[in-house]
């Protein structure tokens, strides 16, 4: 006997409630493990750079370099004999001086470093070796028998005009005969040497260039005072002293110190020469005093004032 309509459509109902059943207690069954959530990726905050534009503040610097140059004039004038210097950043050109075209400051061992650059000057090919290991000791450990050497090697006094002239060290005249530590300079021609060293020509080729400086950067450690006073942490010196009594000036001394010092924003070329001192340590102590206080305040002469960038520039 076959189902009415109505029994079919009672069993549908009844196969339609079980089945709701079946699917809620199979969900209920599996909840006890959540769905993983997965996170929004997490945006990094968004840096916009800020468009700033620097100009020179003259006023500012010109300001900074009177006070500077009354402070280093007023601590020269308290020191004994005669004190000049010259300074010149090659970074932001400012430059510095006192009595600095003053041409009878004895160099002492300062004029080593200028038997050195004469004596490459004159040598395409460079140096052998055991004029090599003469410049090391010459340079480094101021070794006056090495100078004596390198000194008849160039050709005395004679070529060391020569190369002072080539190298437009107008201001400097060698010593007489065959002491070259009587060579007279200015802190202005000191300078111009540096400024060959580090800028190239007066045939002087890259490599004889960083040989020189390479070896006034690594004297020895009780010859590394004078101009070095003038770094900051972590700047590069290359420097060259000179000292000898005066036996024959009232029993005074002659203590010099030029060189370069190098870091961030800063390329200086310093010269500090004292002449009739009363001692050795009284001139180291000048030449650091004057270093140091351009070191200190070198920044302050080439300020800067900081703008934003215009937010419509005109095409």
Not at 165 to 191: K, V
Not at 220 to 229: F, R, T
Not at 276 to 287: K, L, M, R, S, V
């Amino acid at each position: 006997m076959l189902p009415t309509p109505d029994e079919i459509a009672g069993g549908l109902r009844m196969r339609a409630i079980w089945v709701a059943w079946a699917g809620l207690t199979l969900v209920a069954g599996c909840g006890t493990e959540r769905a993983p959530i997965v996170p929004a990726a997490a945006r990094a905050p968004v840096k916009v750079a800020r468009c700033v534009l620097k100009f020179p503040d003259a006023r500012a610097g010109t300001a900074a370099r009177a006070r500077l140059l009354r402070d280093l004039s007023r601590y020269v004038r308290g020191r004994p004999g005669r004190v000049v210097y010259a300074a010149h950043d090659l970074v932001t050109g400012v430059t510095l001086g006192q009595g600095a075209h003053e041409h009878d400051m004895i160099t002492a061992s300062g004029a080593k470093v200028d038997i050195l650059a004469a004596l490459l000057a004159r040598r395409s090919g460079g140096l052998d070796e055991g004029e090599r290991d003469l410049a090391d000791r010459m340079i480094r450990e101021s070794d006056n028998r090495a100078a004596d050497t390198m000194w008849s090697r160039v050709g005395g006094g004679g070529a060391m005009s020569a190369f002072y002239d080539r190298a437009g060290l107008r201001e400097t005249t060698p010593g007489p005969s065959r002491f070259w530590g009587g060579t007279n300079t200015s802190p202005a021609d000191r300078i111009r040497l540096l400024k060959v060293l580090v800028q190239g020509g007066k045939g002087l080729s890259a490599a004889d260039r960083r040989l020189v400086l390479g070896l006034m950067g690594r004297v020895q450690k009780d010859q590394a005072w004078g101009v070095s006073a003038a770094a900051r942490p972590g700047d590069r010196v290359a420097l060259k002293n000179g000292w000898t009594p005066r036996p024959f000036i009232h029993n005074t001394w002659a203590v010099t110190s030029y060189g370069r010092v190098v870091g961030p924003g800063r390329d200086l070329l310093l010269s500090v020469q004292t002449d009739q001192q009363p001692g050795e340590g009284t001139g180291i102590e000048t030449i650091e005093g004057v270093a140091r206080m351009i070191g200190a305040r070198l920044d302050a002469l080439a300020p800067t004032i900081t703008r934003p960038c215009p937010t419509n520039p005109v095409a």
